[in-house]
């Protein structure tokens, strides 16, 4: 059973030209999206995770940012040739982007409906305005807002934080997007709301067939949901596989460092948290050599000689990593 | 020890580097407010005549070999009025400014350090004496003083005066609600010292440009006072008091009204632009706010 | 909402109060006695004293200051020592004139300023946007009164295309009326405009960088209503206290442009009122046109909850 390919990106390279110099946010990123399915970006801040998903919508602010080359394939398209005013009709209609702030991300000055409408009626164009309120209302109960009818009159400033980021979701998703990109989307959140508003996420994937792209630095919160895991370290995937495959058996030691400091709720054992040494490397000044070389236990002089190293598959089928190294679970291997 | 100091030096590398970072407009600007203190400490160096010295072959006469800029209606030396009105401008500038930033502050601090029914008080009062244009109250308080450099100076500061009050209030109401502040008031420390050592401090930028910004104010003041007849009088070679003059002979020869103009442009715009480059150099979550 | 708005009128009544209080305080440091300057130093000295007496000027301070606000409540501002008539018939006579210069002036800044902002904001480091910081760092730089004169020298003197200076009430000719008018209402505009222009670029640029607006961009709206719709009413709620700000330059600014071009209005009057100490007609139109600009904030405060949700909010 061969699932269709829905998003697939290709070699996409995203800078920012700054006074320092050129910062490679992004670079040589591939990675795919199949129907149906959730895929978790992981990286600490800084990776170059959500400007990915920023420059896969061509959202980027340019300049100082610009998207350099690759290829964005959508349903069969190559988004990174469309026009301004085409990419308008792919974001919140084809593609849904749900941002982590939701005490600001909703523009204060406009009712929820207001805003819920216009998105509506903007992807829409024979849409009433009756037709789009009463859109407006069912998207509003769907993402299980109690009261939808009089929320749709209240301003952002009178919701809560959970309410609020519950109704920008309903915005993004009013128009049924068969792919949600979701940023950090629960990190301002308290603990109860977090699991809520997953929950909402994982339902659409289930009544709408959508797709879900996670990004978040929390590893503990994806591996309960995503199918798949790419994890991205200084502007580069470094390894990915199915979620399975990463928890048990990592290969990169990045990856390894990410899950050591993750507390495992579900193990009985005490287990010693262990952060990962150092910090995010400058992306204005990349080494020719790994990027995780200075922060790496298990670097050796061959990774500094070395040039950065690539992709390639490991184990079993479908699990890349790049590392010159072979590390089994802490285990050094060749 | 050494860790501070290279922070130290990065800083201010830091903000000489965002502070030129607009580019040639900020130099040009800086070296305008150069140009014109060195005028104005130099300008008997500069110029062979003196602002007062009447020559009546010369009445209105226009640019020339002897008399660059030529001659205003009783003969002097224009160019030699334009030089000494800079030293006007500047003093009375840089004088109304300092006091008003004095007394201001003072007076925002304790505003806003005590609160209350003090600082409600002293906020009405600002927002009265706000009410009226400062030309009008600079003007009726300006009859008092007749034409005295120090007097005006002194009336333009108290007109600015409610704008350094704001100011400081506004900060130190923001400020005491940081727990640092909290902090020293639970160690028991004197409220003078927790006025001074703490917050002026953190006051010090916004006070830097409101400062540099408030030059530029009260040499517009001047010269407007000036030009209406209540600031600097004739024949003190200030730049409004050329305007006003030269305004009656504008036909026949133009340049004694329009030269001071231009050099009361130049340097209230220097001054306004150099507080626009320091208040990004210095706190960038000011801009928009001052 | 009730409550707020009596909080603010009575911190509006309390500033009137404390107006009335500071521009008699400044009047009557007026240098020179009023008497001897209106009457000549040879008056006798029972005219001089009866002049005092007409003018209360023989009484405590205190009790000029009673009998002053006791007669503003019977709308009387007191008479004028020089024209010798009530101030109110002064004011009347005049303000129509202030007002037929400084409206306009108002009304066309704030309209063109937040348009130049805009469109500066909107094609940032453009020539336009570099076009209109350069025209409005000028017109915060230049005085208004060499502005009058450089604009009698070229446009009067030099192209001959508008009058010199003189003012025709638009009752009279609307079309004289522009005609002379068009001079000092574009002076008296052109430092405003610059302020709300820069204002309305910068609040502008903010907003852009703002999580909303990347929010409505991420929900596909076109850049056309991100712009004008979602941005723009964030950017504009603060320059509404700009032009209420504002007022208060326009006023000072008319007194200038009055001068310049020789127009009987308020201005001119204040200037002549302060150089003949007519205590009366200085102490009146201080306070009026105080009350005036207390008046037009205590406004712009009820504008803002009719903008700003959040602030209409606070209200109930």
């Known amino acids: 059973m061969e699932e269709k390919i829905l998003l697939d990106v290709k070699n996409l390279r995203t800078s920012f030209f700054t006074d320092a110099g050129e910062v490679k946010s992004v670079n040589d990123v591939s990675f795919y999206v199949k129907e149906k399915e959730i895929v978790a970006v992981v990286g600490e801040s800084g990776s170059g995770k959500s400007v990915t998903q920023l420059s896969v919508l061509q959202l980027i602010q340019s300049p100082p940012g610009k998207i350099l080359g690759g290829e964005v394939w959508f349903e069969g398209e190559n988004l990174l040739t469309y026009s301004k005013k085409q990419m308008c009709g792919i974001r919140g209609n084809g593609i849904s982007m749900i941002f982590q702030e939701p005490m600001t991300s909703l523009n204060p000055v406009y009712t929820i409906g207001n805003q819920l409408t216009e998105v509506l009626r903007a992807h829409h164009k024979n849409m009433t305005k009756q037709e789009a309120w009463k859109r407006g209302v069912e998207a509003l109960a769907a993402v299980g807002i109690p009261d ?76 309960r949901y995503a199918d798949r895991i790419y994890v991205m370290y200084a502007g580069r995937i470094v390894e990915s596989g199915t979620t399975e495959m990463l928890l048990t058996n990592p290969r ?10 993750v507390p495992k709720l579900d193990s009985d054992k005490e287990e010693k948290l262990i952060p990962i040494e150092g910090t995010p490397p400058n992306l204005a000044q990349m080494p020719e050599y790994c990027s995780f070389y200075p922060r790496c236990p298990y670097a050796c002089e061959e990774c500094r000689q070395k040039e950065a190293p690539v992709l390639r598959p490991v184990g079993e089928e479908g699990h890349f990593m790049a590392c010159h190294r072979d590390v089994k679970g802490g285990k050094t291997d060749g | ?94 004088l109304s400014s300092i006091w008003a930033a004095v007394v201001g502050t003072t007076i925002g601090l304790i505003a806003g350090y005590v609160g209350g029914w003090v600082n409600s008080a002293i906020m009405r009062i600002t927002d009265a004496m706000i009410a009226i244009p400062p030309i009008i109250f600079t003007m009726v308080l300006s009859t008092m003083v007749t034409g ?127 507080g626009d480059a320091l208040r990004d150099a210095l706190d960038p979550r000011l801009r928009g706010k001052l | 909402m009730g409550r707020y708005l009596l909080k603010r009128l009575g911190i509006s009544v309390l500033v009137v109060f404390l107006v009335s209080v500071i521009s008699f305080t400044l009047v009557h440091m007026l240098p020179g006695d009023p008497a001897v300057l209106a009457l000549g130093s040879e008056a006798s000295e029972q005219d001089v004293e009866a002049f005092r007496k007409e003018y209360h000027l023989d009484r405590p301070v205190a009790e000029q200051y009673v009998i002053w606000i006791r007669e503003i409540l019977h709308g ?135 999580d909303y607006i990347r929010t409505a961009r991420a929900n596909g709206l076109v850049e056309k209503s991100v712009v004008y719709k979602h941005a723009l009413k964030n950017a504009l709620i603060p320059v509404i206290t700009t ?49 005036f600009i207390v008046l037009v904030n205590f406004v712009i405060d009820l504008l803002y909850g009719f903008v700003d949700p959040r602030v209409r909010k606070s209200w109930r």
Not at chain 2, 216 to 230: D, K, N, P, R, W
Not at chain 3, 154 to 179: C, D, H, R, T, W
């Open chain 2, 148 to 274: 005295n450099l120090l007097g005006i100076s002194i009336v333009i500061g108290v007109s600015i005066i409610p704008s350094y009050i704001r100011m400081v209030n506004g900060l130190v109401m923001s400020l005491r609600e940081n727990d640092y502040v909290t902090a020293a008031d639970l160690i028991g420390q004197k409220q003078l010292v927790i006025m001074f050592r703490h917050l002026l401090p953190n006051c010090l930028a916004s006070l830097i440009v409101t400062f540099t910004m408030n030059v530029g104010t009260a040499i517009m003041l001047e010269s407007t006072l000036s030009y209406l007849g209540v600031g600097i009088i004739p024949p003190t070679p200030a730049w409004g008091v050329m305007v006003s003059e030269g305004y009656k002979y504008l036909f026949n020869q133009p340049l004694v009204a329009i030269l001071p103009g231009i050099c009361i442009m130049l340097v209230v715009i220097a001054f306004n632009i150099v």
């Open chain 3, 76 to 210: 009387d501002l007191g008479d004028s020592i020089t024209y010798s008539r009530p101030v109110t018939a002064c004011l009347a006579e005049r303000l129509p004139r202030t007002i037929s210069i400084g409206l306009p002036a108002l009304i066309l800044s704030s309209m063109f300023g937040i348009f130049c902002g805009i469109v500066s904001a909107v094609k940032r480091g453009k020539f336009v946007d570099n076009l209109i910081t350069f025209v409005s760092t000028i017109g915060l730089g230049a005085p208004q009164f060499w502005l009058g004169i450089l604009g009698v020298y070229i446009f009067g003197m030099k192209l001959k295309l508008l009058p010199l200076s003189g003012y025709v009430a638009p009752s009279e000719n609307f079309g004289q009326y522009v005609y002379y008018g068009v001079m000092p209402i574009l002076i008296l505009s052109f430092g405003l405009l610059a302020s709300v222009s820069r204002q309305t670029r910068s609040n502008m640029l903010e907003v852009i960088n703002q």
């Open chain 2, 1 to 94: 020890m050494s860790d501070r100091n290279v922070t130290k030096a990065n800083g201010v590398k830091r903000f000489f580097r965002i502070f030129f970072s607009r580019g040639w407009v900020t130099k040009i600007c800086f070296g305008i407010i150069v140009l014109f203190v060195l005028i104005a400490v130099f300008a008997p160096v500069l110029t062979p005549w003196t602002p007062y010295e009447q020559n009546l072959r010369n009445i209105l006469a226009g640019p020339g070999k002897e008399h660059l800029l030529g001659c205003d209606n009783i003969g002097r030396d224009t160019l030699t009025r334009l030089l000494y009105g800079a030293r006007i401008s500047l003093v009375t500038g840089l």
């Open chain 3, 243 to 291: 032009i209420g700000l504002q007022v208060r330059v326009v006023v000072g600014g008319s007194l200038m442009v009055e001068q310049v071009f020789n127009i009987a209005g308020i201005g001119t009057l204040i200037v002549s009122a302060i150089n003949g100490r007519d205590y009366m007609v200085v102490q009146g139109c201080v306070f009026v046109i105080s009350v």
């Open chain 1, 252 to 261: 990169h030691p990045y990856t390894l460092g990410l899950l050591a400091s």
């Open chain 1, 148 to 223: 939808p009818e009089a929320r749709m009159k209240n301003y952002p400033f009178e919701m809560s934080g959970g309410m609020r980021q519950r109704a920008m979701i309903a915005i993004s998703v009013a128009c049924n997007s068969r792919l949600i990109v979701a940023d950090e989307p629960t990190t301002a959140l308290d603990v109860t709301t977090q699991a809520q508003v997953m929950e909402l996420l994982l339902s659409l994937v289930e009544k709408n067939g959508t797709s879900i792209i996670v990004v978040t630095h929390n590893l503990g919160l994806v591996t």
